[in-house]
């Protein structure tokens, strides 16, 4: 049974800081690519970054500069660090796993800035 289980969310003040991680289960993680993806109230999921198998990472423009991924293999855990948070952050945020044409999605954490 595959499972992405996402946490580290909560609510935190404009500039400050969230670390997401995502430890998934029943899958050989280190060959997947690992994803970051965000839904606001009332908008479609969003892509937010991406780490591939060998390390390479890309993020969406938005948050270039402000967040970052990591993956640990040994812990089968991925990690977006989030710094300077803007409201406009605001979100659920799912991780995502890619092997192929397999994919699976975690449940998702909600990420509220505001003051």
């Known amino acids: 049974q595959v499972q992405l289980v996402e946490s580290g969310g909560g609510l935190v003040q404009p500039g400050g800081s969230l670390r997401l991680s995502c430890t998934a289960s029943?899958?050989?993680?280190?060959?997947?690519?690992m994803l970051w993806y965000r839904q606001a109230p009332g908008k479609q999921r969003d892509w937010v970054a991406t780490i591939r198998s060998g390390g390479t990472t890309y993020y969406t423009d938005s948050v270039k500069g402000r967040f970052s991924i990591s993956r640990d293999n040994a812990r089968s855990t991925v990690s977006l660090q989030m710094n300077s948070l803007k409201p406009e952050d605001t979100a659920v945020y799912y991780c995502r796993s890619e092997f192929g044409a397999t994919v699976y999605w975690g449940q998702g954490t909600q990420v509220t800035v505001s003051s």
């Open positions: 029943g899958i050989n993680f280190s060959v997947n690519t």
